[in-house]
């Protein structure tokens, strides 16, 4: 199993560009979410979906759309990419919400935005 | 809201010294509560959990212990080595989401 996995690891933008940052897993996980990390606060979830075709909002959704066609794939889009959203951007994925479900987690999408 | 609290950073030690990283918390209802490591240039990894008060959470010589009078989830481990240097994050799960700490960065020099 290759877990995880984000593409691509490192990424620079200018201000008002889109991109889509992948994120893929193999182990037929129902949920999956996507997080945000800066430093001084910790993570931050942006958006997460607990099946396919199921999306919803997290702590800080705002610049970010999400879909989740299938159950491995689960891509985060900036629209319109600002400074603020300069930061190391997770991806994770667990066979369920309950607190016995670990989350794996990728290694993460480096992004500056200029 | 849910939050956690823990230590700022950067721990730094020697190997073999004894290490605790404090963790508390506030939350709502009865969550449960974990550590996850993040070496360098990797995701987040559970290192530990512990799903209800008393309980102890233990792996790779770390544990925790889910205080409920004090509200806290501090990790310790006996004896430190070059290879536990990395960030430790505590985490707290309530009404099925993940709330995070800051990060704590342990620092071993040999």
């Known amino acids: 199993n290759a877990g995880v996995t984000q593409t691509p690891k490192f990424q620079v933008l200018k201000t008002g560009q889109s991109m889509t940052l992948q994120c893929a897993q193999d182990?037929?996980?129902?949920?999956m979410s996507w997080y945000r990390q800066d430093p001084g606060m910790g993570l931050r979830l942006i958006h997460y979906?607990?099946?396919?075709?199921?999306?919803d909002q997290g702590e800080v959704p705002n610049g970010y759309n999400v879909s989740r066609s299938t159950t491995e794939d689960f891509p985060l889009r900036l629209l319109s990419a600002a400074p603020s959203q300069t930061s190391v951007y997770f991806c994770?994925?667990?066979?369920?919400?309950?607190?016995?479900?670990?989350?794996?987690f990728g290694p993460g999408t480096r992004l500056t935005v200029l | 809201g849910d939050s956690v609290t823990q230590m700022e950073g950067p721990v730094t030690l020697s190997e073999e010294a004894f290490l605790t990283i404090n963790c508390t918390y506030t939350?709502?209802?009865?969550?449960?509560l974990f550590w996850y490591v993040q070496y360098p240039g990797e995701g987040l990894q559970l290192l530990l959990k512990?799903?209800?008060?008393?309980d102890k959470g233990s792996n790779k010589g770390f544990e925790a212990t889910y205080r409920k009078e004090t509200t806290s989830f501090h990790l310790e481990k006996g004896s430190v080595q070059v290879s536990d240097s990395a960030v430790y994050f505590c985490?707290?799960?309530?009404?099925?989401?993940?709330?995070f700490g800051t990060g704590t960065r342990l620092l071993v020099s040999p």
């Open positions: 182990m037929n996980h129902e949920y």
């Open positions: 985490a707290l799960k309530s009404f099925q989401k993940l709330v």
């Open positions: 994770a994925s667990s066979a369920g919400q309950g607190s016995y479900n670990e989350q794996f």
């Open positions: 512990a799903t209800k008060a008393d």
């Open positions: 939350a709502t209802g009865y969550p449960s």
């Open positions: 979906s607990v099946g396919a075709g199921i999306t």
